[in-house]
């Protein structure tokens, strides 16, 4: 049954993208995959931790539609998606109130349940 799941989230991206492009209609996915949002996305937006707020916003996805898994292994693809995670990786570990290295020490994350 692993390959039947591991298949499934594949299958619904691609789905999506069916109907986004048939619909022509403004969609707001929301997704903790970044490939994921890679792939559907014209433009992706990377929120903060909490309080939750737009860290930044990547326009112009800049992949032809419409798109086939094979996307994923291209190098704008790669590219895409590493300069994403990173700023994601520094959004999580950074707020106003401390420092990358500080970030255990942070007021904020003292906080939290």
């Known amino acids: 049954m692993k390959g039947v799941r591991d298949e499934r989230p594949e299958k619904m991206t691609v789905e999506l ?4 492009l048939e619909s ?3 969609v707001l996915l929301i997704t903790h ?4 949002a890679v792939y559907l996305s014209d433009r992706v937006i990377v929120m903060s931790e909490r309080p939750g707020s737009i860290a930044s916003i990547y ?3 800049d992949l032809a539609r419409p798109r086939d898994l094979s996307v994923m292994a291209s190098p704008q693809f790669a590219l895409y998606t590493k300069t994403i995670r990173q700023q994601a990786f520094i959004s999580a570990m950074s707020c106003s109130s401390c420092s990358l290295a ?3 020490n942070c007021n904020r994350v003292a906080d939290q349940p």
């Open 24 to 26: 022509k209609k403004t």
């Open 59 to 61: 326009y112009d996805i």
């Open 102 to 104: 500080g970030y255990q």
């Open 17 to 20: 993208q069916r109907i986004h």
């Open 33 to 36: 995959s970044i490939p994921e």
